[in-house]
């Protein structure tokens, strides 16, 4: 039977809270987070977020006016998705118990959703993969309330969508290998298809593991595409999909030995 621990009171609530939230700011060296409730003026999923999403967007566009309606789209899209994204799998992997993401509200900095606030629940622990399901779930709901707020604003596709959210995801394992030494890549690998098939994206990309200088690592291999060319057309992603295939093999594993030291 999978073991389920909520933890029950306003006191352990508040300090699972807060370790959660100093666990997201030392893992990544730029989440800043807070306990509590919305502040007037940042995004919360459900509530009315049409003034804060379309000054984002007019943001966007008078700042990369020449990209287009598409790229508006897919940076709205990728800045609501990334905060949620990194708190499921830091809840999960680094912290031990998955926080209610329904209570996460996040805070508009100029072009980036860039802060957020967390409400002081309860969170839901057990076991690895019973976490990844019931992050997953919660990742999912709180997307698709995300798209229909974006498709409010500027047209962006489900299946452009569901490529981003794999490549955040898929991204993210490649970070927890770099913060879990301990982690070998064969379970990186396992959890990637456990978040891929939890969040309906299995399919939409995939984690590739290149040897170099006797290391094993992973990289991504990603189908979805940020549209940053729109801005630079000359400067790719390293995990872009349209450069040459060795040259994106070759970016990554470059990237990954200098991110392992």
């Given at each position: 039977?999978?073991?389920?621990?909520?933890?029950?009171g306003?006191?352990?609530?508040?300090?699972?809270?807060?370790?959660?939230?100093?666990?997201?700011a030392?893992?990544?060296?730029?989440m800043?987070?807070?306990?509590?409730?919305?502040?007037?003026?940042?995004?919360?999923?459900?509530?009315?977020?049409?003034?804060?999403?379309?000054?984002?967007?007019?943001?966007?566009?008078?700042?990369?006016?020449?990209?287009?309606?598409?790229?508006?789209?897919?940076?709205?899209w990728?800045?609501?998705?990334?905060?949620?994204?990194?708190?499921?799998?830091?809840?999960?992997?680094?912290?031990?118990?998955?926080?209610?993401?329904g209570?996460?509200?996040?805070?508009?900095?100029?072009?980036?959703?860039?802060?957020?606030?967390?409400?002081?629940?309860?969170?839901?622990?057990?076991s690895?993969?019973?976490?990844?399901?019931?992050?997953?779930?919660q990742?999912?709901?709180?997307s698709?309330i995300?798209?229909?707020?974006?498709?409010?604003?500027?047209?962006?596709?489900?299946?452009?969508?569901?490529?981003?959210l794999?490549?955040?995801?898929?991204?993210?394992?490649?970070?927890?290998?770099?913060?879990?030494?301990?982690?070998?890549?064969?379970?990186?690998?396992?959890?990637?298809?456990?978040?891929?098939?939890?969040?309906?994206?299995?399919?939409?990309?995939?984690?590739?593991?290149?040897?170099?200088?006797?290391?094993?690592?992973?990289?991504?291999?990603?189908?979805?595409?940020?549209?940053?060319?729109?801005?630079?057309?000359?400067?790719?992603?390293?995990?872009?999909?349209?450069?040459?295939?060795?040259?994106?093999?070759?970016?990554?594993?470059?990237?990954?030995?200098?991110?392992?030291?």
């Amino acid at each position: 039977m999978t073991k389920r621990n909520f933890l029950f009171g306003a006191d352990d609530a508040s300090s699972a809270t807060t370790r959660l939230i100093a666990t997201a700011a030392q893992a990544t060296g730029f989440m800043k987070g807070e306990p509590g409730g919305a502040r007037e003026g940042w995004y919360q999923p459900g509530a009315d977020n049409s003034a804060v999403l379309g000054a984002l967007r007019d943001t966007l566009a008078a700042s990369y006016p020449a990209a287009g309606p598409a790229f508006w789209a897919v940076r709205l899209w990728t800045n609501l998705l990334w905060q949620p994204a990194y708190l499921a799998v830091t809840g999960v992997h680094l912290h031990g118990a998955v926080p209610d993401l329904g209570g996460l509200s996040q805070q508009r900095r100029g072009l980036y959703i860039d802060g957020f606030r967390l409400a002081v629940r309860p969170m839901w622990s057990g076991s690895i993969e019973a976490m990844i399901e019931h992050a997953a779930g919660q990742l999912r709901a709180v997307s698709e309330i995300m798209l229909d707020e974006v498709n409010a604003l500027e047209k962006l596709r489900p299946l452009p969508a569901r490529r981003l959210l794999a490549d955040r995801m898929l991204g993210l394992m490649v970070w927890l290998g770099h913060r879990r030494r301990d982690l070998s890549p064969e379970q990186i690998e396992t959890f990637a298809g456990a978040w891929m098939q939890a969040l309906g994206l299995t399919g939409q990309g995939t984690l590739e593991r290149v040897e170099a200088k006797g290391r094993q690592l992973l990289i991504v291999k990603r189908k979805g595409c940020c549209l940053d060319y729109l801005i630079d057309p000359d400067r790719l992603c390293a995990t872009c999909p349209k450069q040459d295939n060795a040259v994106r093999v070759a970016r990554q594993t470059a990237n990954a030995l200098a991110e392992m030291g």
